[in-house]
C-alpha cells in the first residue's frame, strides 16, 4: 500500500473510464450516470463515439454540460477497440476502466476496487462479477464471476481450461494501474470481438496478476444486439487463436469442455438452474446456428 501512496501521493488516485461507443443511445444514458453517481467521485469519463447518428451527441452534449468530469468524441472509427485504444491515449488517471455502453455499475464499484488495488500492491488490476440484466435493467436471475483467487502466469494455462466462461476477468468490472499497464501495449484490432480476453491473457503472460473481488460490480445487459451475439462465431474463432497461442492441445479442450464446464457451473452462486440452463443454452446453440447457416 505505501508504495502505491508513494507513487500518486496522498490524494485518492484519480479513475479514468473509457466508453466506447456506436449508436447506443438507448443504453448509454444509464451507462453513464453509474460512472457519474458513483461514491467514489475523483474519477473522468471518457466517451469516444464512433460518429453515431441517434442522438447520442445530444445526449453527451447535455451531460458534459452538467458534469466536467465527462469528455467526449465523436468522429467515425474502425470500430470498438481503435476507440478503446483512443481513449487509452487520452485518459489521465492513475487507475484505468473501460465500460461497455449497454452494461452500468453498481454504486460503489470503483470505491471497492480502489479499496483493493491501494491494499493489493502486487496486483496490476482486479475484476468482480456481473449479474445479467434484460435491456430494461431487470434482473435475470443469473450472472458470471471472475476468476476466483489470483490471475498469475503461472496459473495462466490452468486458468484456460477451468474456466470455460469466455474471459478469465469480467471485462466490465476490470480496473488497473495505468502505468502498469501501459508496458503490456494495447488493446489488439485482430482480435476485433474478443479483445478483452486476448488483452488480460497477454497480462497474465507478461508477467503481472490479477485479483478478484467476489461481489457484483457491473450489470451486464443481454439483448439480441450485444456483441457476444452478434458475433457468436467470430468470436469463437478468435478464442481458438488465443488458446493455441497460449499452448493448450486437444486434451486440453477435452478437459475444459467437461472438467472446466462443471468447475465454471458449479463454482458460480449465480448459475442458471441445470434444466432450465440446459434447455437455455440448446436454444441460443440453435440460433447461433440458423444465424450461420443464413
Same mark, same amino acid.
Given at each position: 500500500?505505501?508504495?502505491?501512496?508513494?507513487?500518486?501521493?496522498?490524494?485518492?488516485?484519480?479513475?479514468?473510464?473509457?466508453?466506447?461507443?456506436?449508436?447506443?443511445?438507448?443504453?448509454?444514458?444509464?451507462?453513464?450516470?453509474?460512472?457519474?453517481?458513483?461514491?467514489?467521485?475523483?474519477?473522468?469519463?471518457?466517451?469516444?463515439?464512433?460518429?453515431?447518428?441517434?442522438?447520442?451527441?445530444?445526449?453527451?452534449?447535455?451531460?458534459?454540460?452538467?458534469?466536467?468530469?465527462?469528455?467526449?468524441?465523436?468522429?467515425?472509427?474502425?470500430?470498438?477497440?481503435?476507440?478503446?485504444?483512443?481513449g487509452l491515449d487520452l485518459a489521465?488517471?492513475?487507475?484505468?476502466?473501460?465500460?461497455?455502453?449497454?452494461?452500468?455499475?453498481?454504486?460503489?464499484?470503483?470505491?471497492?476496487?480502489?479499496?483493493?488495488?491501494?491494499?493489493?500492491?502486487?496486483?496490476?488490476?482486479?475484476?468482480?462479477?456481473?449479474?445479467?440484466?434484460?435491456?430494461?435493467?431487470?434482473? &435475470?436471475?443469473?450472472?458470471?464471476?471472475?476468476?476466483?483467487?489470483?490471475?498469475?502466469?503461472?496459473?495462466?494455462?490452468?486458468?484456460?481450461?477451468?474456466?470455460?466462461?469466455?474471459?478469465?476477468?469480467?471485462?466490465?468490472?476490470?480496473?488497473?494501474?495505468?502505468?502498469?499497464?501501459?508496458?503490456?501495449?494495447?488493446?489488439?484490432?485482430?482480435?476485433?470481438?474478443?479483445?478483452?480476453?486476448?488483452?488480460?491473457?497477454?497480462?497474465?503472460?507478461?508477467?503481472?496478476?490479477?485479483?478478484?473481488?467476489?461481489?457484483?460490480?457491473?450489470?451486464?445487459?443481454?439483448?439480441?444486439?450485444?456483441?457476444?451475439?452478434?458475433?457468436?462465431?467470430?468470436?469463437?474463432?478468435?478464442?481458438?487463436?488465443?488458446?493455441?497461442?497460449?499452448?493448450?492441445?486437444?486434451?486440453?479442450?477435452? &478437459?475444459?469442455?467437461?472438467?472446466?464446464?462443471?468447475?465454471?457451473?458449479?463454482?458460480?452462486?449465480?448459475?442458471?438452474?441445470?434444466?432450465?440452463?440446459?434447455?437455455?443454452?440448446?436454444?441460443?446453440?440453435?440460433?447461433?446456428?440458423?444465424?450461420?447457416?443464413?
Amino acid at each position: 500500500m505505501e508504495n502505491c501512496k508513494s507513487e500518486i501521493g496522498n490524494q485518492a488516485p484519480l479513475i479514468s473510464i473509457i466508453v466506447p461507443t456506436f449508436n447506443r443511445g438507448h443504453f448509454l444514458e444509464r451507462c453513464l450516470r453509474s460512472v457519474l453517481d458513483q461514491t467514489y467521485r475523483r474519477l473522468e469519463c471518457l466517451v469516444m463515439d464512433g460518429g453515431s447518428k441517434d442522438g447520442t451527441v445530444a445526449l453527451l452534449q447535455r451531460l458534459a454540460a452538467a458534469d466536467p468530469r465527462l469528455r467526449f468524441i465523436s468522429e467515425p472509427d474502425q470500430g470498438e477497440t481503435y476507440a478503446t485504444n483512443k481513449g487509452l491515449d487520452l485518459a489521465r488517471g492513475d487507475i484505468l476502466g473501460i465500460q461497455a455502453s449497454d452494461d452500468f455499475y453498481v454504486p460503489d464499484a470503483v470505491e471497492k476496487s480502489v479499496e483493493f488495488l491501494l491494499a493489493h500492491p502486487q496486483y496490476v488490476g482486479v475484476g468482480a462479477d456481473v449479474l445479467y440484466v434484460d435491456p430494461a435493467g431487470k434482473s &435475470l436471475g443469473r450472472g458470471a464471476v471472475t476468476y476466483r483467487g489470483e490471475l498469475s502466469p503461472e496459473r495462466l494455462k490452468r486458468i484456460l481450461v477451468l474456466r470455460y466462461v469466455v474471459c478469465p476477468v469480467m471485462h466490465g468490472t476490470f480496473f488497473g494501474w495505468r502505468q502498469r499497464l501501459r508496458r503490456h501495449g494495447k488493446f489488439d484490432p485482430e482480435f476485433s470481438v474478443c479483445p478483452d480476453v486476448e488483452f488480460y491473457l497477454r497480462v497474465l503472460a507478461g508477467g503481472d496478476r490479477i485479483g478478484s473481488l467476489p461481489r457484483v460490480h457491473t450489470y451486464y445487459t443481454v439483448h439480441p444486439d450485444m456483441g457476444a451475439m452478434k458475433y457468436y462465431h467470430r468470436v469463437r474463432e478468435q478464442l481458438n487463436q488465443l488458446y493455441a497461442r497460449h499452448g493448450l492441445r486437444w486434451y486440453h479442450h477435452a &478437459l475444459r469442455l467437461t472438467v472446466g464446464r462443471a468447475v465454471s457451473y458449479f463454482g458460480n452462486p449465480m448459475r442458471t438452474p441445470l434444466l432450465p440452463g440446459l434447455v437455455r443454452e440448446a436454444r441460443e446453440f440453435w440460433t447461433m446456428r440458423v444465424r450461420r447457416e443464413r
